[in-house]
């Protein structure tokens, strides 16, 4: 693949070759069943071309967006499966906070034959070059987890408007805001079960944490090995800085904690997609959170002002902040490990 490929044409070669497809053991009525394997090699082979923001998006589409569409009946799936069109995850609310799913004010109302769409989301990646919006809305009020239905919304639909969102960071994400003003849709625009939206989503965020490790192994290795080879060029009164044995320990230390990722990912793969563990994939996200940073900003400051250029690490660094935020935020995982205390120290000591 050219080296200058954008975003859209990257996922269209991906589903071109069959490798969107193959990320999946089997597709059920609630979405598809990932291959930890596959899902992470695919990562690891679009993070090896060195645009976080298209890794980004082909993660949230391989690993959310595209599940939670599986669970469709329409033609739309094989479209974005086969790489001829993406698709957006639409669920960060404009009127709520981010990790605040059931104080969503983007409505849905069902009548008959058709439905309405009202509201706003923001931050929302691929936005820009996105086909259909996958949108999470409340039908009826309340906070009830019943309360909500996801609508699968054409871009090109009346009454949708995208912005691309003001940031420098993550360009290849395609990453705006969203307007939906009186978009009428027919009724079969409703994706799955009404009122299963937020059990929907739930049985996915799992594997979109797993991936989002996966990543965060394949992008801290990448930094390691580049870091390494700067380490041996870069001279102090003339001895190479890789040969300082206070270089070499951090570097170890952080080459540790990476492999640490990767093996806690290769194990807990399988309790996340097939088992749908909430608590291992708590432990993975906190486990990115905990890790991702301490490695790149190590690692940036190993390069000195170099990592202040325009490519450079600390752009890496600032990019690599969705590891900790993006699908829940490392603290908000930590409680939630820490609910889990009891049956996970039984199980280490078993």
């Known amino acids: 693949m050219e080296p200058d490929a954008?975003?859209?044409?990257?996922?269209?070669?991906?589903?071109?070759?069959?490798v969107l497809r193959a990320q999946y053991r089997e597709r059920t009525p609630t979405g598809l069943v990932a291959d930890?394997?596959?899902?992470?090699?695919?990562?690891?082979a679009v993070d090896a071309r060195g645009d976080n923001g298209i890794t980004l998006?082909?993660?949230?589409?391989?690993?959310?967006?595209?599940?939670?569409?599986?669970?469709?009946?329409?033609p739309e799936f094989d479209q974005?499966?086969?790489g001829d069109g993406e698709v957006a995850l639409a669920a960060t609310d404009a009127g709520a906070a981010g990790s605040d799913l059931t104080g969503l004010g983007t409505t849905v109302d069902i009548d008959g034959d058709s439905v309405r769409l009202d509201g706003g989301k923001r931050w929302v990646t691929t936005a820009t070059r996105a086909a259909y919006f996958l949108v999470l809305a409340r039908h009826r009020p309340g906070r009830h987890f019943t309360a909500f239905t996801w609508v699968l919304v054409p871009a090109d639909a009346a009454g949708v408007r995208v912005t691309p969102a003001t940031t420098t960071l993550l360009p290849g994400a395609g990453i705006g805001h969203v307007e939906f003003s009186g978009v009428r849709l027919p009724a079969s625009a409703v994706l799955g079960r009404q009122g299963r939206g937020l059990a929907l989503f739930a049985r996915h965020m799992g594997t979109e944490r797993l991936a989002g490790a996966q990543w965060a192994a394949?992008?801290?290795s990448r930094v390691l090995a580049e870091t390494r080879e700067a380490l041996l060029r870069r001279e102090i009164d003339g001895r190479a800085l890789w040969d300082h044995e206070s270089v070499r320990q951090e570097f170890a230390a952080c080459l540790v904690r990476v492999r640490?990722?990767?093996?806690?990912?290769?194990?807990l793969g399988e309790r996340v997609v097939a088992e749908h563990d909430a608590t291992s994939a708590a432990i993975l996200k906190a486990s990115i959170g905990l890790t991702a940073d301490e490695v790149l900003s190590r690692c940036?400051?190993?390069?000195?002002?170099?990592?202040?250029a325009d490519d450079g690490l600390q752009l890496v660094r600032a990019e690599a902040a969705v590891f900790g935020i993006g699908g829940?935020?490392?603290?908000?995982?930590?409680?939630?490990?820490a609910d889990a205390a009891g049956p996970l120290l039984e199980d280490l000591r078993s």
């Open 218 to 220: 394949a992008l801290t």
């Open 260 to 267: 640490a990722l990767r093996a806690l990912h290769e194990s």
């Open 57 to 74: 998006s082909v993660l949230v589409q391989s690993a959310s967006a595209l599940p939670i569409l599986a669970a469709g009946t329409g």
């Open 328 to 337: 829940g935020v490392t603290e908000l995982m930590l409680g939630a490990i």
């Open 300 to 308: 940036a400051r190993w390069r000195g002002a170099d990592g202040f």
């Open 36 to 44: 930890p394997g596959r899902l992470a090699a695919t990562l690891r």
């Open 6 to 18: 954008g975003g859209a044409q990257v996922w269209q070669r991906l589903g071109a070759a069959g």
């Open 80 to 82: 974005v499966a086969d």
